[in-house]
């Protein structure tokens, strides 16, 4: 059932009210903590932690042992001489890398100037690919009231360039699919979040895009591994023993920041082994219903708004700020619902997509549950009941 009475409560009038109340509280919020917190979290968290985590990788990189980055004594004190207050333990340096790459250039900066770069820079590219996504006034307004480009921005994650790559990539796919096979081939920078992208390629037969992604991947790992010496390379393996261990033992904090149908279930008591089966299950079939769109689908908007947030639901290793993503399939599936016409609770979803990252951390300071992979399920569904209430339409095959 179509939609489209002005008076509902999500209006045009309320939403520049609500998008720029939250982009205010934001950045109040923001602007208390670093100047009446001694720049840390409620959480006893360093405000940009993570991106210290990065700048201390480039700094060993910089002085000719990258491969110490993975070993936590020797990366902990280089953190230690930004924020003294960090107990060894609660992080990691899991990249691969070909992360170094984009990283060295961090280590030729005083540590607060990188940040400023780094963040600087890659929003700028966030909010471009965001607004590219729907190029209507509204869209940074609702962006900047987004709670996980805040929760990016204040952690220094690299959440807003691997949204910025995934969305341009998309956006050029069908114009220009060897650049987008490149970008494809750079989130090996964060490989789980790219395990899907194969799936729809093969989906619509787009076998350059596809090649040249697996190449791109291939070349950027030995070209890395190249500059850094082969024990770089070996240490990033050894090293995924040390992420599941984090994974499976990181504790409440640490689940109740991953919007994983095993967090979700690990927080509720379910032994690893069948929190691992139930989340691979769930995941499989996630991976057919994103190949059947975009094998049944020919519209972009519906077949990448699926995508980026099956994205979010294929790996195990998730965090909250990786639900920048998320902005992606809500633009898209906006523009969908203003220029067709609303179905029914595709708005509150919606909204409720646009609110999971400040829902998560706020759930968190009163019971231990995880909400994430259900707002991510009902988005999925949203954009589902879209494709299939639409006459199917082959999707055009890649070049």
Same mark, same amino acid.
């Given at each position: 059932?179509?939609?489209?009475?002005?008076?509902?409560?999500?209006?045009? *009038? #309320?939403?520049?009210?609500?998008?720029?109340?939250?982009?205010? @509280?934001?950045?109040?919020?923001?602007?208390?903590?670093?100047?009446?917190?001694? @720049?840390?979290?409620?959480?006893?968290?360093?405000?940009?932690?993570?991106?210290?985590?990065?700048?201390?990788?480039?700094?060993?990189?910089?002085?000719?042992?990258?491969?110490?980055?993975?070993?936590?004594?020797?990366?902990?004190?280089?953190?230690?001489?930004?924020?003294?207050?960090?107990? %060894?333990?609660?992080?990691?340096?899991?990249?691969?890398?070909?992360?170094?790459?984009?990283?060295?250039?961090?280590?030729?900066?005083?540590?607060?100037?990188?940040?400023?770069?780094?963040?600087?820079?890659?929003?700028?590219?966030?909010?471009?690919? !965001?607004? #590219?996504?729907?190029?209507?006034? %509204?869209?940074?307004?609702?962006?900047?009231?987004?709670?996980?480009?805040?929760?990016?921005?204040?952690?220094?994650?690299?959440?807003?360039?691997?949204?910025?790559?995934?969305?341009?990539?998309?956006?050029?796919? %069908? *114009?220009?699919?060897?650049?987008?096979?490149?970008?494809?081939?750079?989130?090996?920078?964060?490989?789980?979040?790219?395990?899907?992208?194969? @799936?729809?390629?093969?989906?619509?037969?787009?076998?350059?895009?596809?090649?040249?992604?697996?190449?791109?991947?291939?070349?950027?790992?030995?070209?890395?591994?190249?500059?850094?010496?082969?024990?770089?390379?070996?240490?990033?393996?050894?090293?995924?023993?040390?992420? *599941?261990?984090?994974?499976?033992?990181?504790?409440?904090?640490?689940?109740?920041?991953?919007?994983?149908?095993?967090?979700?279930?690990?927080?509720?008591? @379910?032994?690893?082994?069948?929190?691992?089966?139930?989340?691979?299950?769930?995941?499989?079939?996630?991976?057919?219903?994103?190949? *059947?769109?975009?094998?049944?689908?020919?519209?972009?908007?519906?077949?990448?708004?699926?995508?980026?947030?099956?994205?979010?639901?294929?790996?195990?290793?998730?965090?909250?700020?990786?639900?920048?993503?998320?902005?992606?399939?809500?633009?898209?599936?906006?523009?969908?619902? !203003?220029?067709?016409?609303?179905?029914?609770?595709?708005? %509150?979803?919606?909204?409720?997509?646009?609110?999971?990252?400040?829902?998560?951390?706020?759930?968190?300071?009163?019971?231990?549950?995880?909400?994430?992979?259900? !707002?991510?399920?009902?988005?999925? $569904?949203?954009?589902?009941? #879209?494709?299939?209430?639409?006459?199917?339409?082959?999707? $055009?095959?890649?070049?």
């Amino acid at each position: 059932m179509l939609i489209n009475d002005d008076r509902d409560w999500l209006d045009l *009038k #309320r939403l520049k009210l609500y998008s720029r109340t939250a982009a205010l @509280v934001f950045l109040i919020l923001a602007i208390g903590l670093l100047f009446h917190s001694n @720049v840390v979290d409620p959480k006893g968290f360093s405000l940009g932690f993570d991106f210290s985590v990065f700048w201390s990788a480039s700094q060993l990189a910089l002085l000719g042992h990258p491969a110490d980055a993975y070993q936590l004594p020797r990366l902990h004190s280089i953190i230690q001489t930004i924020h003294p207050e960090v107990n %060894e333990g609660s992080y990691g340096w899991f990249y691969p890398p070909n992360y170094f790459l984009i990283i060295a250039p961090l280590a030729y900066f005083s540590y607060y100037t990188a940040y400023l770069l780094f963040i600087s820079l890659t929003l700028a590219a966030y909010g471009f690919v !965001v607004k #590219r996504v729907y190029n209507n006034h %509204e869209t940074l307004w609702c962006l900047a009231g987004f709670s996980g480009l805040w929760d990016n921005l204040v952690t220094g994650q690299n959440g807003f360039l691997t949204a910025a790559i995934a969305g341009t990539a998309l956006l050029i796919l %069908e *114009k220009r699919p060897v650049l987008a096979g490149m970008l494809i081939g750079m989130l090996s920078i964060k490989p789980q979040l790219a395990l899907l992208f194969p @799936v729809a390629l093969i989906a619509i037969q787009a076998w350059k895009t596809l090649l040249i992604a697996i190449l791109t991947g291939i070349f950027s790992m030995a070209a890395s591994t190249a500059v850094l010496g082969l024990p770089t390379f070996e240490a990033w393996l050894q090293s995924a023993g040390l992420a *599941k261990a984090l994974l499976e033992t990181g504790g409440t904090h640490f689940w109740t920041r991953m919007p994983t149908i095993f967090s979700f279930l690990h927080l509720l008591g @379910v032994p690893v082994q069948w929190a691992y089966l139930a989340h691979f299950s769930v995941a499989a079939g996630i991976a057919f219903l994103v190949w *059947k769109i975009w094998k049944r689908c020919s519209e972009a908007e519906l077949r990448n708004a699926a995508l980026i947030t099956g994205s979010l639901l294929i790996s195990p290793y998730v965090l909250i700020y990786d639900l920048t993503w998320l902005a992606l399939p809500i633009a898209w599936m906006a523009r969908i619902g !203003v220029e067709r016409g609303w179905l029914r609770l595709e708005r %509150e979803i919606l909204i409720l997509a646009w609110l999971l990252p400040l829902c998560m951390l706020s759930l968190s300071h009163l019971i231990p549950i995880q909400m994430g992979p259900w !707002v991510l399920l009902f988005m999925l $569904a949203l954009i589902s009941r #879209r494709v299939f209430l639409t006459p199917g339409r082959h999707a $055009a095959t890649g070049k």
